[in-house]
């Protein structure tokens, strides 16, 4: 609604006085592989400010992620880059990465474009509705490198991934994305083992792809 966009505005007002304008630019990721990125139209900004009339979910976490290290990545600054900030306001939080250098962005989109690679021969189950479920209550996983997360965390995670969620008839298990019951995973894993699948690529990939966002993640209410 236009009082909705009306109170967003007056929280984007903290860190500036409209939306950053942005750009399409492509980025050349490998050899016949190209992306469309957006980036900020002025290449001296080192601020992007971005406005979103919907909640902070975790799936626009990990694509604000996203938009924040492709952006280093085509400024190409080497070892610098880490004062520039994207800060994203949502309908209910403003979230803020900032931190990362050109350099440590090149790295970590290695691990994503690795997982895309492996990703277009057999599914892969990691979902970011479910491994940034925490950064939504403002948790934060204890991160093992050699199995990914703690056992508590992955508890709590492998729980809401089995859940059928059958105790409501307002929200189905069958719309959930971080549920093995959504009918995406439903269709797309079939006869095969969700729960097993889910924790073998949370073995591979979770402390490669997810550790960064909770470290460089920042979350005003």
Known sequence: SQQEYLTLLERLHTYADKPTETTQQTLCISEHVYL??????????????ELQISSARAERRAKAWLHYLLWLQYLNLDEQGKDYRYIVVFSDQTITYEGVSSAQANIFLKHWWSLWQHALKTPVVLPAALLLKPSERNKQPEWAEENGLDEKTWQTLSKHWNDPQKYSDAFSAGEDKASKYHQDWQFILQEQDASILLENHCREWAYRLYA???EYLNVDE
């Open 36 to 49: 469309r990125i957006t980036v900020p139209k002025q290449a001296s900004e080192t601020q992007w400010v």
């Open 212 to 214: 960064p966002i909770y």
